[in-house]
């Protein structure tokens, strides 16, 4: 998947645009999982939404194995690309039709690509939810008969019984228990090396994103501050706002959180609404200088495969 200077701009009246996605580019290899962090409100959503056509592009161009896909989306787009690129939501309890069973769920891709016929595509559907590690006799099943972890399980089955090669995950953990969280983890880890698939995982939680990934991706209003392989962004951060979310990541050990010392960040996120030239986080930033007021910084290498937007190092 190459995205270049991809846009999306939400049109909210009074002459005024919401700028949530804002000239980002990145080239996700196949088989890899790239992590996208960053606060409530930075774009993350939007842009796996928009990478998936849920979204118009307002501007930009994303391309599929060298394929262009549409700027706007149409029924034929769908049918065409859905099988080969899904999506798993963040809200389990929202993404799954209460009035359908677990197999009408299942089993509406299969029916959307004309794939298989009914006995085939049950026994495919009860495949996957043994995958996922629940019973085929689930399938008669209402999602309300099932846990916020279950659901979760249940979208993930539905978004890969299609076998796609691409799948954004928008924060699939966020609404879960700690313990739930770390299954659901383990079984994309489990699903990715069987299936060869290349994710896109959206997540507030960077320790998270740093196990499951090969390479993190930090946002901020709307643009790409730093990006590079997951240990690096970790623990070693370049940019200011990488560096004040590595501090308020909490640590295992009661002793040693105790004892650190958090440097938050001082200030609201500023409104995404006709944003003002210069660096977007200069005004929360300790270290911004009048070039950063004036002057957009660019993604410029600082070592190997490690990106960062900042004035510090150019």
């Known amino acids: 998947m190459q995205i270049k200077n991809l846009q999306k701009r939400f049109h909210i009246g009074r002459s005024q645009t919401l700028h949530a996605v804002d000239g980002v580019s990145l080239d ?48 034929a787009d769908y049918r065409r690309y ?11 309890y929202a993404s799954l039709n209460p009035r359908m ?74 609404a879960l228990d700690v313990s739930v969280q770390a299954q659901v983890i383990n079984l994309l880890g489990e699903l ?9 995982f959206i997540a507030h939680d960077l320790s998270m994103v740093r196990y499951i990934s090969d390479e993190m991706v930090v946002m901020y209003l709307g643009s790409v ?24 990541n909490p640590l295992a050990d009661p002793k040693q959180e105790k004892q650190r010392s958090h440097d938050l960040i001082k200030g609201e996120v500023p409104s995404p609404v006709n944003l003002p030239p210069g660096c977007r986080f200069v005004g ?7 070039r950063c007021h004036s002057e957009r910084p660019l993604l410029q290498p600082v070592g190997r495969d490690h990106l960062v937007a900042c004035h510090l190092y150019d």
Request: a negative charge; glycine letters at 10%; proline letters at 6%.
């Open 28 to 75: 996700i290899a196949e088989n890899s999982i790239v992590g996208l962090v960053g606060e409530s409100g930075s774009g993350k959503s939007t842009l796996g939404k928009t990478l998936v056509g849920l979204h118009d592009k307002s501007g930009g161009d994303v391309y599929y194995r060298g394929d262009r896909l549409p700027d706007r989306y149409k029924s």
């Open 82 to 92: 859905s099988k080969n690129i899904q999506m798993i939501f963040q809200d389990p």
């Open 101 to 174: 069973t677990i197999e009408e769920i299942l089993t509406e891709p299969l029916r959307l690509q004309h794939q298989g016929d009914s006995k085939s595509n049950r026994e495919l559907a009860a495949s996957w939810l043994q995958k996922v590690n629940l019973h085929a006799a689930h399938l008669g099943r209402y999602p309300h008969e099932f846990s916020g972890g279950q659901r979760q399980r249940i979208g993930i089955a539905r978004a890969l019984i299609t076998e796609p090669d691409f799948v954004v995950c928008d924060e699939p953990i966020s």
């Open 192 to 200: 990715q090396d069987t299936m060869g698939l290349t994710l896109l």
């Open 225 to 248: 501050v730093e990006q590079g392989p997951s240990d690096d962004v970790f623990f070693t951060p370049k940019h200011p706002y990488s560096q004040a979310l590595t501090k308020a």
């Open 284 to 290: 929360r930033c300790p270290k911004a200088s009048e």
